[in-house]
């Protein structure tokens, strides 16, 4: 059974930083794009940031530039979110993706649409 794992959400005070974990088991996803994406009450689920298979390319939505960074473990099956100078605007339930394409562009990495496999999302709540 293929699973993916979110760890790492919690309560942070504005510009304070965490890390995000997702953890995948069932199958080896070296070959898999990973993603997370985040949704917010009433909002829709947005993507946040994306790195290929490879590992040799990331992605980021404009809104976590600079503050975010994706990266990977490939031998522990393993993908992090590290976020840093987090907002209250950064509040939402966060989500791994996995996509088995061979895709490797912006346009369809930052699309829900593409990824095959999710998890079932940690919390992560920004106090003002």
């Known amino acids: 059974q293929v699973q993916l794992v979110e760890s790492g959400g919690g309560l942070v005070q504005t510009g304070g930083s965490l890390r995000l974990s997702c953890t995948a088991s069932?199958?080896?996803?070296?070959?898999?794009?990973m993603a997370w994406f985040r949704q917010a009450p009433g909002k829709e689920r947005e993507f946040v940031a994306a790195?290929?298979?490879?590992?040799?390319?990331?992605f980021y939505a404009d809104s976590v530039k600079g503050r975010f960074t994706v990266s990977r473990d490939k031998p522990k099956n393993t993908v992090y979110l590290q976020m840093n100078i987090l907002k209250p605007e950064d509040t939402a339930v966060y989500y791994c993706a996995a996509d088995r394409s061979p895709a490797v562009s912006r346009y369809d990495l930052t699309s829900v649409l593409i990824y095959d496999y999710w998890g079932q999302g940690t919390q992560v709540t920004v106090s003002s």
């Open positions: 069932g199958r080896n996803f070296s070959n898999y794009n």
């Open positions: 790195i290929t298979w490879r590992g040799d390319r990331t």
